[in-house]
């Protein structure tokens, strides 16, 4: 009887000793996934958070405008920012027109990763000779995206829901 308790102690403890050092092994690969993800957060927070320049090509790639992406204290991220014709300086293709043709943003951003945005609020554009000068509104959720060796994040949803063109809205990194 002795020898079959001390038998059945000893199966039991082999049998708990895999998945107590599996249970270490995952928490140990947990925590560093954790760390991996804070490294790649904090990369990405130092790329997105701060002053950016701010495009249309309708307007200009010459004179730029630009926005501003804030960490907010509740962890949110806030963009707000625009590009306005009339800052055009004379001489540029948009200078030599006298319009008020812009491209504004507002609302928050989420940051997938350092390529990666989304934005969720308005984007807001009037160009002169899209929709008769009148402005088209955008509200919703949108992609902000960078590929190669660009150095802003485009707009993916490039076309325009009134007139049928292509806008490039593009943030360029800092």
Known sequence: MKNFIFTMLIALLVG???STI???TKKKTTRKHRTEQDARRL???SRVVGKHMLTLQWISWESYGSVE???ETDGTYSCHGEQLARN???GTEQGNIDNDDYVKLNGTIEIVD???LIFT????????????GQEVLREGTFNFVTK??????RLQEMKNPIDECIDYIDIYFK
């Open 121 to 132: 609020g308005e984007i807001r554009t009037k160009v002169y000779h899209i929709n008769n």
């Open 16 to 18: 708990s000793l895999p």
């Open 148 to 153: 190669e060796n660009r150095h802003y994040w």
């Open 43 to 45: 990369s990405a927070d």
């Open 114 to 116: 350092r390529n990666h």
């Open 88 to 90: 055009c300086p004379k």
């Open 69 to 71: 992406i804030k960490k």
């Open 22 to 24: 599996e249970a270490k």
